[in-house]
């Protein structure tokens, strides 16, 4: 049975940073592209950040660019998130996603991803 469990998240100050985490248990290909997507309340849930566990390319929505990080730790199977200079436009629910295949840049298009998080709140305030 496939698992995928973030943590992290809260409210914090606009400014302010947040990390989240995500581990992904019962996927047995060695090949995973995973990412983080969020939803706001009546938006469509979007693609934030999206690596290539076999290589380690990254992908970015242009409205995170220089401001959030993505990372996978092959030892622990983990990814995570590390949010910087948060913005009130950044709450949102956010979502950890995984998917197995290689791909050399995965993509933030969430209709790739089959294996889905029960998501995190992120709240920033003004």
């Known amino acids: 049975q496939v698992q995928v469990v973030e943590s992290g998240g809260g409210s914090v100050q606009a400014g302010g940073s947040l990390r989240l985490s995500c581990v992904v248990s019962?996927?047995?290909?060695?090949?995973?592209?995973m990412g983080w997507f969020r939803q706001a309340p009546d938006k469509e849930r979007e693609g934030v950040a999206t690596?290539?566990?076999?290589?380690?390319?990254?992908n970015y929505a242009d409205s995170v660019k220089g401001r959030f990080t993505i990372s996978f730790d092959n030892a622990k199977n983990a990814l995570s998130l590390e949010m910087d200079s948060l913005q009130p436009e950044d709450t949102a629910a956010y979502y950890c996603?995984?998917?197995?295949?290689?791909?050399?840049?995965?993509?933030?298009?969430?209709?790739?991803?089959?294996?889905w998080g029960q998501g995190t709140q992120v709240t920033v305030s003004s």
């Open positions: 690596i290539s566990t076999v290589g380690g390319t990254t």
């Open positions: 996603a995984a998917q197995p295949g290689l791909r050399s840049r995965a993509p933030l298009d969430k209709r790739h991803y089959t294996y």
């Open positions: 019962g996927l047995t290909s060695r090949y995973l592209f």
